[in-house]
T-cell receptor, first 109, second 116 residues
Framework: GESVGLHLPTLSVQEGDNSIINCAYS??????FIWYKQESGKGPQFIID?????DKRQGQRVTVLLNKTVKHLSLQIAATQPGDSAVYFC????????FGPGTSLSVIP | DTEVTQTPKHLVMGMTNKKSLKCEQH?????MYWYKQKAKKPPELMFV???????INESVPSRFSPECPNSSLLNLHLHALQPEDSALYLC???????????????FGPGTRLTVL
């Protein structure tokens, strides 16, 4: 079946290092992707998005890379901070939104 | 105001109870959503309202009944729930053009529901 998944369910990173969170998707027809951050006790929060006609998009400290050839999406967080600790979901958009299983990021002070 | 509010924050109910979850936004968004999220799992779409009309029902059991009384409010009426319905229920809203899902969704903090 179709799915959006992540290679690593948990990730621990030293404060100040860069983080990379990966996501695989299976439907080549998907044309829009979003990364969400969900902190404990809160709803998901939009971080960054990318359309299928792009392969890279940068925000403040975050970069999303899209490789359509291998159906892979990644979120890079530069200079990871304790406030980045959260669960990160990739979401695949077609006629609806499908969330990936999530990666829990822990930042070690 | 870029906030989606949800009440109550926590809810405990028995299987014979009737309760309602409420969601409100004042961003002028015309698309509103209900999601269910189990622990350590991603959100699962339940319902989508577009311009106060139900546009998507993801085969949700009838014991969950959504209602959109106006463009700012979204309710989820609960009746005869099962213990497996215990979860975090998230509300979200977004612009509706060019297509609801192609816009940033703003999520509320959720209602933590426990069914005994």
């Amino acid at each position: 079946g179709e799915s959006v998944g992540l290679h690593l369910p948990t990730l621990s990173v030293q404060e100040g290092d860069n983080s990379i969170i990966n996501c695989a998707y299976s439907n080549s027809a998907s044309d829009y992707f979003i990364w969400y951050k969900q902190e404990s006790g809160k709803g998901p929060q939009f971080i960054i998005d990318i359309r299928s006609n792009m392969d890279k998009r940068q925000g403040q400290r975050v970069t999303v890379l899209l490789n359509k050839t291998v159906k892979h999406l990644s979120l890079q967080i530069a200079a990871t901070q304790p406030g980045d600790s959260a669960v990160y979901f990739c979401a695949e958009i077609r006629d609806k939104v499908i969330f990936g299983p999530g990666t829990s990021l822990s930042v070690i002070p | 105001d870029t906030e989606v509010t949800q009440t109550p924050k926590h809810l405990v109910m028995g299987m014979t109870n009737k309760k309602s979850l409420k969601c409100e936004q004042h961003m002028g968004h015309r698309a509103m959503y209900w999601y269910k999220q189990k622990a350590k799992k991603p959100p699962e779409l339940m319902f989508v309202y577009s311009y106060e009309k139900l546009s998507i029902n993801e085969s949700v059991p009838s014991r969950f009944s959504p209602e959109c009384p106006n463009s700012s409010l979204l309710n989820l009426h609960l009746h005869a729930l099962q213990p497996e319905d215990s979860a975090l229920y998230l509300c979200a809203s977004s612009q509706d053009t060019p297509g609801a899902f192609y816009n940033e969704q703003f999520f509320g903090p959720g209602t933590r529901l426990t069914v005994l």
